[in-house]
């Protein structure tokens, strides 16, 4: 007590200022020691993303990877090529668990299944007009969720017909390019039908079972045919579903439960349209190593006076879980533009023949001049996405297989002898409702339905 005294009385009021501008000086000095000691050792530390991809192995990204880590030394990223096998569950539950990974690939018609987990897309990556400009309306429809975009399509993908050529020219059939008339004249003159089996058909469509890809042909014969998915129901739902189960057991007959699954049949030379995305081909020629096949692609059938098409394709997302989004989308803006995706096109072309159709609507024309890919990415343009997809490895409980089950068990009841308005209605309720679990619909709008 008498110590402070004798400091407050002791010191003069020249000697107070000199120590307050002495005690200014040094937190100033200390502020600049700590400002440089973050700056410095801040520079030093490194973020490390995550990336899970699916198809590709990490070799296609080598490149892409290595130019942006150039640009960004701090920054490592470790890209995991995962299995399909359970993926959807095996992300699912790494992102509700906190140990998911920073970006990831998911299917175009997944947005309703994890857009609790993903990050929207900042305006400073893409803002909504650039993102419009940029990627086909199939992604611009898809992907949006709230006025805001959810992933980035690095590429794009569209069904196709497949063509065995020499079966059209054994036949004198010329390849169709419209529906139903044409293209039925045509699988019919080509299937062959021996003792009462199908020894060589025409065209694999009609049932729910050995059809690769069924789910996808009867979305777009349903969306050509103007059918409002969310609500199958209708004469023009009743047509383009009877039109679809007429090739097996119907109308047209050039295809049953006995034959092959369609893409091992069409690859062993036994039929003559199948239809097919870009990587269908490569499946196609592995199988039919060793068979002479005159395989050709077709853009799909349109009815008279439409152009509908039908995508399925996959998206890079970041999780809204990660620490370092900010740096995930940096990297996906970067491997999207033109020079790196041109980039990562070419090493999958190295591997394999050629790369996934860009995303990107500004690069269609630097494939126009390749005979296969150009008519998948011609077909972009006019292509829809929807829930009714093949091979998304989805899982049982998925959005797709659910909505699909639906599907079958209409084809199935319409084969047995239902009438196909009661066979859709069914079928509708049930989607609806699966529709309604993730908030596509309405839930108020549901009544409950029988599962399938």
């Known amino acids: 007590m008498c110590y402070l005294h004798y400091i407050q009385v002791g010191l003069s009021m020249p000697d107070k200022k000199l120590v307050l501008v002495l005690l200014g000086v040094f937190l100033f000095l ?50 995991q090529k995962q299995s ?29 299944m994890f857009l609790s987990d993903l990050s ?51 036949s004198g059939v010329k390849v169709p390019s419209s529906w139903p008339a044409e293209f039925s004249q045509a ?28 789910q996808d042909i009867l979305a777009l014969m349903m969306l050509q ?15 383009a579903l009877n039109y679809y189960a007429g090739f097996t057991g119907g109308n047209q007959n050039t295809w049953d439960d006995t034959q092959d699954e369609s893409k091992l049949a069409f690859a062993k030379g036994n039929l003559a349209v199948y239809f097919g995305y870009s990587w269908d081909y490569f499946d196609i020629n592995e199988l039919a190593k060793g068979n002479a096949l005159d395989m050709k ?19 890079e997302g970041v999780s809204k ?6 740096t995930a989308w940096d990297f996906l803006k970067f ?37 296969v890919v150009s008519v998948f990415i011609n077909q972009a343009p006019t292509a829809q996405g929807w829930y009714l997809d093949s091979l998304t490895w989805d899982g049982d409980t998925g959005l797709n297989s659910r909505v699909g089950n639906y599907f079958a068990a209409a084809i199935n009841d319409v084969h047995k002898g239902t009438d196909v308005k009661s066979a859709l209605t069914t079928a509708s309720s049930g989607v609806r409702q699966v529709l309604a679990t993730y908030n596509v619909i309405s839930p108020a709008a549901v009544t409950p339905a029988a599962q399938p």
């Open 30 to 79: 200390v502020v600049v020691v700590a400002v440089g000691i973050k700056f410095f050792f801040g520079g030093l530390t490194q973020t490390t993303l995550t990336y899970w991809g699916l198809w590709e192995p990490e070799s296609v990204y080598q490149t892409v990877i290595a130019d942006y880590q150039q640009k960004h030394p701090n920054v490592k990223i470790v890209y």
């Open 84 to 112: 399909p096998i359970q993926y959807r569950e095996r992300l699912t539950s790494a992102l509700a668990q906190g140990t998911g990974p920073d970006i990831f690939r998911f299917h175009n018609s997944w947005l309703p």
């Open 120 to 170: 929207p897309v900042p305006a400073s990556v893409y803002d909504p007009a650039t993102f419009r400009q940029t990627f086909y309306p199939a992604a611009q429809k898809d992907l949006l969720a709230g006025g805001q975009y959810y992933g980035i399509p690095l590429e794009i993908d569209t069904l196709a017909m497949y063509v065995n050529q020499n079966l059209f020219t054994q």
């Open 187 to 214: 699988a019919s003159a080509i299937t062959v039908v021996n003792n009462g089996r199908i020894v060589r058909s025409g065209a694999a469509l009609g049932n729910a079972g050995n059809v690769t890809h069924w």
């Open 225 to 239: 045919n103007g059918v409002d998915l969310t609500e199958p129901t209708g004469t023009l739902a009743e047509d």
């Open 297 to 315: 692609v077709f853009p799909v059938p349109q009815l008279p006076g439409t152009t509908v098409n039908y995508a399925s394709y996959w998206v």
């Open 321 to 326: 879980h990660s620490k370092n989004q900010a």
């Open 335 to 371: 491997i999207s533009s033109k020079e790196e995706l041109a980039k990562l096109y070419q090493a999958e072309a190295n591997l394999r023949g050629f790369g996934e159709p860009y995303g990107r609507m500004d690069m269609a024309d630097l494939l126009k001049n390749d005979p």
